[in-house]
């Protein structure tokens, strides 16, 4: 008996060493990805450490607390139910009381077609190093212009903004 104590307590060491030598590897190629700054490699390898501990649903009481659901489908169904009827909840607030909130100005230049100093400005604003957006364009090529494609491209946005619908542009 003393023989098969010793030899647990051997595996047992063996088993925390292991996981030890996996957490302290672990811990330096996440040190080594947050030096060089790579946080999409940073947070993929913090994840497979953080990762949710079970897959699914959690279940759920049903509103008159009667039954415990457990399958998707009914979770789904309450959760739905529960918005819908959260969402279309009976207004207490008066007619009078909205009338008497105070109206903001209406601003009308929101309207006004885009100027090249806002078109630079939003150039500005986009970061370099990035994955292209759904044009396949670097934000470095806006970044490295001068006068010219700026102007070029304010032409194509006035002409968008003259002709096309731009929120239907906006979502493809």
């Not at 996981?19 to 060089?36: E, F």
């Not at 990762?51 to 457990?70: F, M, T, V």
Request: with cysteine.
């Amino acid at each position: 008996m003393a023989v098969y104590h010793q030899l647990k307590a051997q595996v047992q060491q063996c088993m925390r060493d292991t996981k030890n030598n996996w957490w302290v590897k672990k811990a330096h190629v996440i040190q080594g990805y947050a030096d060089h700054h790579d946080m999409c490699n940073f947070f993929r390898a913090t994840k497979t450490i953080y990762r949710p501990c079970s897959i699914g649903y959690k279940a759920l009481q049903s509103q008159n607390d009667s039954w415990l659901l457990k399958d998707e489908d009914s979770i789904r169904l309450c959760w739905k139910e529960h918005f819908k009827l959260f969402f279309n909840w009976e207004s207490t607030i008066s007619e009078e009381t909205l009338q008497a909130v105070q109206q903001c100005r209406v601003v009308d230049f929101f309207g006004d077609p885009p100027t090249i100093r806002h078109l630079k400005w939003a150039i500005q604003q986009m970061k370099t190093n990035k994955a292209c957006g759904p044009d396949g364009i670097p934000a470095e090529v806006y970044h490295a212009d001068g006068f010219w494609l700026t102007s070029q491209l304010h032409q194509i946005v006035l002409y968008l903004w003259d002709e096309e619908d731009i929120s239907r542009i906006s979502r493809m």
